[in-house]
C-alpha cells in the first residue's frame, strides 16, 4: 500500500523558517520524482517545488526559488522542504506527491498519482 506523510508545519512568524519531511513507504522510493504543492482556501494546488528521482535536479515555482530547498534522502525513503524566509502568502496545506513514471510536465498535479495528507503552514506578518 503507497502511502506519503507529511509533517513539520506549524505556525511561524514572518522571516521565519520550516522544514517538511514526507515519509513514504509501500513503493521502491528510489524509482520515483517527488513533488510538493501548496493549496489556499478555496483554491487549486499549486506546484511549489519538485525532486527528480535521484535528487540531483530540483525544480520550483518563482515564488519561492531562493528560498525553498528541495531534497530527498534514498536511504531512509524520505524527502524534505526545506522552507526559509517564510512570507505570508506561503500559507496555507502543503502537500508531498509521487510523479508518475516518464511524466514530463513537473508542474501539473496531474502528473502526481498518489499524494499525502497535507500538513498546515502558517505565516504570520
Known amino acids: 500500500q503507497v502511502q506519503l506523510v507529511e509533517s513539520g508545519g506549524g505556525l511561524v512568524q514572518a522571516g521565519g523558517s520550516l522544514t517538511l519531511t514526507c515519509t513514504t513507504s509501500g513503493f521502491t522510493f528510489n524509482n520515483y520524482g517527488f513533488g510538493w504543492f501548496r493549496r489556499e482556501t478555496g483554491q487549486e494546488r499549486k506546484f511549489v517545488a519538485a525532486?527528480?528521482?535521484?535528487?540531483?535536479?530540483?525544480y520550483y515555482a518563482a515564488a519561492v526559488k531562493g528560498r525553498f530547498t528541495a531534497s530527498r534522502d534514498n536511504t531512509k525513503n524520505t524527502q524534505h522542504l526545506q522552507m526559509d524566509k517564510l512570507k505570508p502568502e506561503d500559507s496555507g496545506v502543503y502537500y508531498c506527491?509521487?510523479?508518475?513514471?516518464?511524466?514530463?510536465?513537473?508542474?501539473?498535479?496531474?502528473?502526481?498519482?498518489?499524494w499525502g495528507q497535507g500538513t498546515q503552514v502558517t505565516v504570520s506578518s
Open positions: 506527491a509521487r510523479r508518475r513514471i516518464g511524466a514530463t510536465d513537473y508542474t501539473a498535479p496531474g502528473e502526481y498519482e498518489y
Open positions: 525532486v527528480n528521482w535521484i535528487g540531483t535536479t530540483t
